[in-house]
């Protein structure tokens, strides 16, 4: 077990070097996996980046795909939870998986020795709360804001419902962010534009990225490449989808216009 209450959980910057730090036991916790196509492979590879680093490993999530598998060391703790298209139902729902969370964490305690707070764990403050209880070490990995997103989503539908439940997301954001020992924030433009300045005594940056490099390498220099412009993602508001495409006609004119491609996928 650590002996400070700040987590020490480092890279080069945060998640550290397997072979010079004391492995320990880590949770993992996520969101209700919503059901989109391909939404696991985010959790597998942070697995797989944070395995090394653990000498158990339990993931607390809800519809995991259960034809995933992992080493030995690593523990599923797949809660069952049903998306509703109701707003109060949804919220109902929310709250109630986020209890089971809590309760799950309560029967793991003696296993686990630091908390990640992955994707959507922002807004996850009643297991935020009972592992503060627990006594400990937490880490809250910010990807993204779940109170602009859902501002974007509902807008000004349901009577005005979408606002409310926006600024309630960001309360519980706002919570989380003063209870976590470690902030993870993937992009440094994320601290301003979430206000998370208060923070930055226990922020870490760009340290939960991994790119398998057996897929992902250098076949041709930069410089010898085409103009090819690419956007892959979801095809939403909140992922920058009209920005990309509002900046495809401002292409430099001094580029040969048939030598430019643009990919979505």
Do not use: W
Not at 128 to 146: N, R
Not at 200 to 227: G, Y
């Amino acid at each position: 077990m650590m002996q400070s209450n700040k987590c020490e959980i480092r890279d080069k910057s945060c998640f550290g070097n397997s072979n010079k730090i004391p492995k320990n036991r880590i949770c993992i916790l996520t969101q209700p996996l919503p059901n989109i196509k391909g939404i696991d492979v985010h959790i597998s590879n942070f697995i797989k980046m944070i395995e090394p680093l653990s000498s158990k490993l339990i993931l607390i999530t809800s519809n995991f795909p259960r034809d995933i598998h992992f080493k030995n060391n690593v523990l599923i703790e797949n809660l069952s939870y049903t998306h509703k298209k109701n707003t109060i139902t949804k919220i109902f729902m929310y709250v109630l998986v986020q209890l089971r969370m809590a309760y799950t964490l309560t029967k793991v305690q003696k296993d686990i020795d630091i908390i990640i707070f992955y994707l959507g764990g922002m807004s996850l403050v009643l297991p935020m709360i009972q592992a503060k209880i627990l006594k400990k070490d937490i880490v809250l990995v910010v990807t993204g804001s779940g109170s602009k997103t859902a501002k974007k989503t509902y807008g000004k539908r349901i009577f005005g419902i979408g606002i409310i439940l926006s600024y309630i997301i960001e309360s519980l954001e706002r919570i989380n962010f003063h209870l976590a020992d470690r902030i993870v924030v993937l992009s440094n433009n994320l601290v301003n534009d979430l206000g998370l300045s208060r923070y930055l005594h226990k922020i870490d940056f760009n340290c939960a990225i991994s790119v398998d490099t057996s897929n992902f390498i250098m076949k041709h220099d930069v410089n010898q490449r085409e103009n090819k412009i690419g956007y892959i993602g979801r095809i939403s508001v909140e992922k920058g989808i009209l920005n990309f495409a509002k900046s495809i006609p401002l292409i430099p004119k001094k580029y040969d216009q048939n030598d430019q491609k643009v990919n979505v996928l």
